[in-house]
C-alpha cells in the first residue's frame, strides 16, 4: 500500500488515515499557493500600460521602478522569515501562520486600493512579503508535525503542489486578462493585484478549523491541549498504543532540544544559543554552507528572472504574445515539477537529477543567448520590422529551450534544496535550520530581483549567458560537493558529512535514546496484542 495510506515501520491502524488530517494538510499548503501566485503574476502585472500610467512610470524610470517593487517582497519575506522563528516559539504554529496571512491581506488590500500612489504599492509588496515569509518558514513544519510518518513526505510535498498551482493560476489569470480587458484598463492591473485575497481570504477563515501542531504545544507546556489534538487528528483515544508512541517521540524529540539548551539555560533563548553552537561544529559547518550554496545557486539559475521579468526576458527573443508563452512555461513547470516529486525524487536520488539538471539548463541558456546576441529579434519588432524566416525559426527554436530548461530546471535545482536542507540535520535542530534555509533564499532572491533590471539592460542578450555561465558553476558544485542523501540516516550524515562529536549534554542525552528506542518497541508489542 502507497500513496495517501502508504504503510509505516510500525502497525498502523487504518483510523489514522483520516480525512480530518488531510483537510488540514491541504488548509495548510494553502500558504505556499500565495508565494506561487505571486511569483508568476507581478511581471506582466506591473509592465501594463494602465498600471505605468497610474503610476507615472517612464522608460527612465522603469528599471528602477519595477525593480523596487519586486525586491520589496523578497526584502518583506526575509525579515518575515527571520521573526517568525521567535513568534512561533511564543505562540506555536496555528496563530503564527494566521498573524502572517493578516499581514498578507492587509498588504494585498493596499496594493488593490492604490490609485496613483507608488507608497501604497511598496508598502503592499513589503507587507505581503513579510507575511509569505513567515508563511513559507511555518507551512512545511507545521504539516510535518499534524501528519503521521509513513505519509509525512506527502503531506508537506503538498507545500509544492500548492506553490506550482499559485503560479499556473498567475500566469494563466494574466493571459485572460490580455485577452479579454484592454491593457489601458485600470482593471488590467486590478484584478490580478485583488485575486491575491482570494486564496489569502480562504487560507484566514481555514486556519480557525485547524488543530495545533501537538509538539508546538507540547514545547509550550500544554499536554492536555496536545493530547486532546492528537486524539482528534488521530482518531484514537489517547491511551491507545499508537498514539502513545507519538507522544513518546515528541517527549524525546523535547528532551533533545533541552539538552541542546542546558549549557544555557531553559527556553527559546537558550535553545537558539546552543544550537548556534552546534551549528558552529565541524561536519555541522559544512551542512551550513551546503544550504547556502544550494539556495543560492537555485536563485542564480535564472527561473526566479524569468518569473518576475518574463515581459522583458521573453520580449528579448521576439515573442510577442509574452502572456501566453509565460502561461504555458508556468504549466509547464508545474507539471514536470509534479511528476518529478510525486513518481522520481525518490528513486533518483538528489545529486544526479542536480548534475544533469543543471548541465542541460546551461546548454539551453546559451542556445537562447547566442539566438538573441545574432538575430536580434527585440530590436526588429520594436523598429516595426518583420522578421525573416529564419529568425523566426530561430525564435521558435529558442522558446522551446526555455520550455526545455522549464522540465530539467524542475527536476533539479527547483526543489532540491529545499529537500536536503530538511535531510541533513538532526531532528532537534531543524526548526533553526529550516529558518536558515528560508533567509538563504529570500536574501538571495532579493539581491537578484533587485538587481535583474538594472543586469538586463547593462548586459542585453549577455543576461543569457550570466544564468547560463551560473548554470555551469552549479553542475561544477553539485558534482563536487553535492552528497547523495536518498534514504540515509542521519548517522550516516554525520559520517558523509565529516561531523565531530556533538556537545557533552547533545551526546549524553543521544545515548538516553536507546532506551527510548527499547520503549517504543514495546509500544509496538503492546499494540499487537491489543489488536
Given amino acids: 500500500m502507497g500513496g495517501f495510506r502508504a504503510v509505516e515501520d510500525r502497525p498502523t491502524p487504518k483510523e489514522v488515515y483520516n ?11 494553502t500558504g505556499s499557493l500565495l508565494f506561487g501566485y505571486d511569483s508568476a503574476f507581478l511581471g506582466t502585472t506591473i509592465s501594463r500600460k494602465s498600471f505605468t500610467a497610474a503610476f507615472g512610470i517612464t522608460s527612465a524610470t522603469s528599471s528602477d521602478v519595477s525593480s523596487n517593487i519586486t525586491s520589496a517582497f523578497q526584502a518583506g519575506a526575509f525579515f518575515g522569515a527571520l521573526f517568525c522563528y521567535f513568534f512561533t516559539e511564543k505562540f506555536g504554529r496555528k496563530w503564527a501562520l494566521q498573524f502572517n496571512v493578516v499581514l498578507f491581506l492587509i498588504g494585498a488590500i493596499l496594493m488593490t486600493a492604490a490609485t496613483n500612489q507608488l507608497s501604497f504599492i511598496y508598502a503592499g509588496r513589503s507587507l505581503t512579503g513579510l507575511g509569505c515569509g513567515g508563511i513559507t518558514a511555518t507551512v512545511p513544519s507545521y504539516i510535518a508535525e499534524l501528519s503521521i510518518s509513513s505519509i509525512r513526505g506527502i503531506l508537506t510535498g503538498l507545500f509544492e503542489v500548492a506553490y506550482q498551482i499559485g503560479s499556473v493560476i498567475g500566469f494563466w489569470i494574466n493571459y485572460g486578462i490580455t485577452q479579454h480587458i484592454p491593457s489601458t484598463s485600470t482593471a488590467s492591473w486590478k484584478i490580478p493585484m485583488a485575486f491575491q485575497l482570494v486564496p489569502a481570504g480562504v487560507l484566514f477563515f481555514g486556519i480557525f478549523f485547524l488543530h495545533e501542531s501537538p509538539l508546538s504545544l507540547m514545547r509550550r507546556e500544554k499536554h492536555e491541549e496536545a493530547y486532546r489534538a492528537l486524539e482528534q487528528l488521530r482518531k484514537l483515544p489517547r491511551d491507545h498504543p499508537y498514539v502513545r508512541e ?15 539548551a542546558e549549557t544555557y539555560g531553559t527556553g527559546s533563548w537558550a535553545f537558539f544559543r546552543g544550537a548556534m553552537s552546534e551549528f558552529s561544529r565541524k561536519g555541522m559547518r559544512n551542512r551550513v554552507f551546503l544550504v547556502f550554496w544550494s539556495f543560492t545557486l537555485q536563485n542564480l539559475s535564472g527561473a526566479a528572472a524569468i518569473n518576475y521579468y518574463s515581459p522583458t526576458l521573453f520580449g528579448s527573443i521576439g515573442i510577442s504574445d509574452v502572456a501566453l508563452y509565460t502561461g504555458i512555461y ?3 513547470k508545474a507539471i514536470a515539477s509534479l511528476i518529478f516529486y510525486i513518481f522520481l525524487i525518490d528513486l533518483l536520488g538528489r545529486r544526479r537529477p542536480a548534475i544533469v539538471s543543471s548541465i542541460i539548463c546551461s546548454v539551453c541558456l546559451w542556445i537562447v543567448g547566442t539566438y538573441v546576441k545574432v538575430g536580434h529579434p527585440a530590436d526588429i519588432i520594436a523598429a516595426g520590422g518583420t522578421l525573416s524566416d529564419s529568425t523566426a525559426r530561430g525564435g521558435q527554436a529558442a522558446t522551446a529551450m526555455i520550455m526545455i530548461y522549464s522540465v530539467f530546471w524542475s527536476f533539479g535545482l527547483n526543489g532540491i534544496p529545499w529537500i536536503v536542507a530538511a535531510e541533513i540535520f538532526p531532528g532537534a535542530l531543524r526548526n533553526l535550520s529550516g529558518t536558515w534555509a528560508a533567509l538563504v533564499q ?3 532572491q532579493f539581491v537578484i530581483t533587485k538587481a535583474l533590471p538594472y543586469i538586463f539592460s547593462s548586459f542585453g542578450y549577455g543576461t543569457w549567458f550570466f544564468f ?3 548554470m555551469l558553476v552549479a553542475t561544477t558544485w553539485a558534482f563536487f560537493f553535492l552528497p547523495e542523501t536518498k534514504g540515509l540516516t542521519i548517522d550516516q550524515m554525520d559520517a558523509l558529512l565529516y561531523v ?3 556537545s557533552r549534554n547533545y551526546q549524553a542525552h543521544l545515548t538516553q535514546s536507546s ?6 518497541r514495546k509500544f509496538r508489542i503492546a499494540f499487537r496484542e491489543h489488536r
Fill in 500 to 502: 565531530s562529536h556533538p
Fill in 442 to 444: 529570500w536574501a538571495i
Fill in 515 to 520: 532506551f527510548v528506542v527499547a520503549t517504543i
Fill in 19 to 29: 480525512w480530518r488530517l488531510y483537510t488540514e494538510a491541504s488548509i495548510i499548503a
Fill in 468 to 470: 547560463a555561465t551560473w
Fill in 246 to 260: 507519538d507522544i513518546l517521540m515528541m517527549q524525546n524529540r523535547l528532551a533533545e532540544e533541552a539538552s541542546i
Fill in 330 to 332: 508556468g504549466l509547464v
